[in-house]
């Protein structure tokens, strides 16, 4: 494809979005992110609700795109749509998108890397402007949420539980990870929220935005999902 038509197909993917409401999903290379197809389709069915998903590379190999209904864009994109001044920056047009980020899952590569501030893929650097938007009015204006997913062991690491608190800190709130018998086997804490938990969260902050702590949020930004179970 043409450089100008990349162009012309990111204007028009983003101009045509009829949502009311705009979700953007970021994937993360944790084997939870085989459930994108289901989280995504969920998304859809709330009223208003438009999605385009960002991808790392590594979280590619979970998932078949043809099964997700929506762009998912990823750091290719970002290089091949910008060749002149004139040209979109794409991780700017996302950021200027969407009104809620969520990071579903969040693999403990990435968690660090945004913990630290690294921003070496489109993920992270829209977050890292996300982040400057942060500083005037993210609490209140756009919410971001992060599904951690990741090995026992590596939940238990003590270098996760300060990650974590570093992106509370941000203003981020985290949708806890739970327990229960892992892909690889294991058993414990580490899997990635329930689907229809994370969506029942996107959900109520889209409602209501300018309300940071609501009924199922904790004050230390930790969503209260206990009870919630994918059927
Ligand atoms: C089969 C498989 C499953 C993985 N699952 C996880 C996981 O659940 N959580 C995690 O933190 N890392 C997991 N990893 C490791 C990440 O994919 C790896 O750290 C990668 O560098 C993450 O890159 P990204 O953060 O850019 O997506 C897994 C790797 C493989 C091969």
């Not at 983003?14 to 409401?21: D, E, F, Q, V, Y």
């Amino acid at each position: 494809m043409q450089a100008d038509d990349r162009v012309s197909c990111l204007k028009t993917d983003l101009l045509k979005s009829c949502g009311a409401c705009r979700v953007l999903v970021g994937v993360t290379g944790s084997v939870a992110a085989l459930k994108l197809p289901l989280l995504v389709s969920q998304l859809l069915q709330l009223p208003g609700v438009d999605v385009r998903v960002i991808t790392t590379e590594h979280a590619k190999h979970f998932y078949n795109p043809a099964e997700v209904s929506v762009k998912i864009y990823s750091d290719s994109d970002e290089w091949e749509v910008w060749t002149q001044r004139s040209d979109p920056v794409l991780h700017i047009e996302l950021r200027r998108w969407a009104d809620l980020l969520v990071i579903a899952p969040l693999d403990a590569n990435t968690l660090g890397k945004i913990a630290n501030g690294i921003c070496d893929n489109l993920l992270l650097i829209s977050l890292c402007h996300w982040q400057t938007c942060v500083v005037r009015a993210w609490d209140t204006s756009r919410p971001l949420l992060f599904c951690p997913a990741m090995n026992t062991a590596m939940w238990q690491h003590p270098i996760t539980a300060q990650q974590v608190s570093r992106l509370k800190e941000f203003g981020y709130v985290e949708i806890p990870c739970i327990a229960k018998k892992l892909v690889c086997g294991d058993e414990g804490k580490g899997a990635m929220a329930e689907v229809s938990a994370i969506v029942s969260v996107v959900e109520q902050y889209l409602q209501k935005p300018n309300e940071p702590s609501q009924s199922t949020c904790m004050s230390d930004h930790t969503v209260d999902t206990s009870g919630t179970e994918d059927k």
